[in-house]
């Protein structure tokens, strides 16, 4: 799957990106809980995509690395599009 073929609520199979960038984490708390999230940037060859990462995933990612999300969500927020692991999928360091 490449960044070119993502649309807003579909399923990531898997996408392989390099990180431009990654923005500092934030804490949140909700009725569910609380923790720590942050945005990064990243593309293939296709295109450029916003990736949203939670928790203990903020501390894997560096910019200029090369990742692999397997089973994860494309959404839109905002009106742009953000790829993640959501609840089931997998983030990894290549």
Do not use: H
Request: neutral net charge.
């Amino acid at each position: 799957m490449k960044v070119s073929d993502l649309k807003p609520n579909m399923p990531v199979d898997v996408l392989v990106l390099d990180v431009l960038s990654v923005s500092e984490p934030r804490e949140f708390s909700t009725f569910k809980g609380a923790g720590r999230v942050c945005n990064a940037e990243a593309k293939d060859e296709t295109g450029k995509v916003k990736m949203t990462l939670w928790n203990e995933q903020i501390e894997q990612i560096a910019e200029g690395q090369k990742i692999k999300i397997e089973n994860g969500w494309a959404t839109e927020y905002k009106g742009t599009l953000q790829v993640g692991t959501g609840k089931k999928g997998t983030l990894t360091i290549m």
